[in-house]
């Protein structure tokens, strides 16, 4: 098995209730839950993507 780590950035805002989720993949795990995360690639806005809380804490730093 070959090991690999992502390279690049996401921006991210952590999910509150009653925000606009028109674009965002990964729902259809369910609804987001209070601690997950909207991601978005800084180079295209509107590529959206959920991120659960654990994951997120798990794998990512802020680097700004």
Same mark, same amino acid.
């Given at each position: 098995?070959?090991?690999?780590?992502?390279? #690049?950035?996401?921006? @991210?805002?952590?999910?509150?209730?009653?925000? *606009?989720?028109?674009?965002?993949? %990964?729902?259809?795990?369910?609804?987001?839950?209070? #601690?997950?995360?909207? @991601?978005?690639?800084p180079k295209n806005p509107k *590529?959206?993507?959920?991120?659960? %809380?654990?994951?997120?804490?798990?794998?990512?730093e802020q680097v700004t």
């Amino acid at each position: 098995m070959t090991v690999y780590r992502k390279k #690049g950035v996401v921006e @991210a805002t952590r999910w509150t209730p009653g925000m *606009d989720l028109t674009g965002v993949t %990964g729902l259809d795990q369910g609804k987001p839950v209070d #601690g997950d995360w909207i @991601a978005h690639d800084p180079k295209n806005p509107k *590529d959206k993507w959920l991120i659960r %809380g654990e994951y997120f804490a798990n794998n990512y730093e802020q680097v700004t």
